[in-house]
């Protein structure tokens, strides 16, 4: 197996020489690098990648912070992000935190201690003055999502604006009386989300019922036991805005086998077009976020940060969502097409 000091010998340059070449340095003219990496190519070496990132003090490696990669969208996001990642010459590792403040701290230790070279938070469940310290030890930007702050680089679509879009759709729909099925309270995004939702029922003079906010609805089986609920009420719920398209389709999956009609009975809103929203039947209106083009531009945010020795201005990405409608809220065409 050839070595650096066969390399050397071949190219007829010093062992220092190929060394700064193996590893990127400068003060070397195009000349010997050709001759270097001639050699190299004659002698089939391949350099030690595990000692030159030790030397430089890299690790290649980021790490993505989720809440859990069960959920569709994340391993949708995950999947973009590690293909853009590779083609920067960086691996992703990836960290659930359940939506745990202490569990999020303990996978941003990996920067503290160097064993990432950057850190992707796609969940926040941390106030930012607990996150910042973090910064002195490497790179962190977010992705989906976001807070009023201009110490970080964050993209994400308008998490805020996006939920009372939702919700005007099921008023304009007719529903007058509707619940909120949220994920997890420690989170910015669902927090965002409510405002967007409560915005939405005053703009329209509809009161807020704290009782028809369900919390910690995750999956299916917790859609399941939201209908339960909303069947226990006094009132008559006609609409509802969940955070999440397996959620939505648990309610209409439960809706379905007590005899309810969607969206005649109730009107269902989902969020992240999963595919579980297209293959519900009825299909189920939802909030598309552009994933590979959010995950594609966080990791580019990042690698600049990395490669970079110098202090760089941070920025805000928000992109654009699409409302898409589907056939578990359209309560009026349905009505006008019975009358006609």
């Known amino acids: 197996m050839a070595t650096i000091e066969d390399v050397a010998r071949l190219a007829g340059l010093s062992r220092t020489t190929v060394s700064r070449v193996i590893n990127d ?24 990648s595990s000692a030159r990132r030790l030397r430089s003090q890299r690790t ?61 938070m796609a969940s926040l469940s941390n106030d930012w003055k607990t996150i910042e310290p973090y910064l002195e030890s490497g790179p ?47 989170t910015h995004i669902t927090c965002e989300r409510k405002l967007g939702f409560q915005q939405a029922l005053a703009d329209f003079h509809l009161p807020f019922d704290e009782n028809l906010e369900i919390k910690d609805a995750l999956d299916v089986k917790d859609g399941q036991k939201v209908f339960a609920f909303l069947q226990q009420q006094n009132k008559k719920v006609d609409g ?17 086998q007590s005899g309810f009609s969607i969206p005649e009975d109730l009107s269902v809103v989902g969020f992240d077009n999963q595919m579980i929203s297209l293959l519900m039947v009825p299909s189920i209106t939802t909030v598309q976020q552009p994933v590979a083009e959010m995950a594609m531009k966080t990791i580019q945010v990042l690698v600049n940060k990395m490669k970079s020795s110098q202090q760089q201005h941070e920025q805000r990405f928000v992109y654009p969502y699409e409302l898409l409608k589907r056939k578990s809220t359209e309560r009026i065409s349905l009505k006008e097409s019975a009358s006609s």
């Not at 003219?29 to 050699?39: F, N």
């Not at 996001?77 to 293909?83: G, N, V």
């Not at 993209?155 to 007058?176: K, M």
Request: net charge negative; with cysteine.
């Open 25 to 48: 340095q400068p003060y070397v003219t195009e000349e010997k690098k050709e001759k270097i990496m001639d050699a190299m190519h004659q002698l089939g070496y391949v350099p030690n």
């Open 240 to 256: 509802i805005f969940t955070g999440s398209d397996e959620v939505a389709a648990g309610i209409v999956y439960a809706a379905a």
């Open 60 to 120: 290649e490696t980021i790490a993505v912070l989720l809440p859990r990669v069960t959920n569709p969208f994340f391993g949708h996001l995950i999947e973009a992000m590690e293909r853009e990642a590779s083609e920067f010459g960086y691996q992703v590792i990836v960290c659930q935190t359940h939506d745990k403040k202490q569990k999020e701290l303990d996978y941003l230790q990996l920067l503290k201690t160097k064993q990432v070279d950057g850190v992707i």
């Open 140 to 186: 962190i930007v977010l992705c989906n999502e976001y807070m009023e702050t201009d110490q970080v680089s964050m993209v994400h679509i308008d998490h805020r604006q996006a939920a009372y879009d939702a919700t005007v759709h099921l008023i304009e729909q007719g529903c007058s009386t509707i619940a909120y099925a949220t994920g997890s309270q420690e």
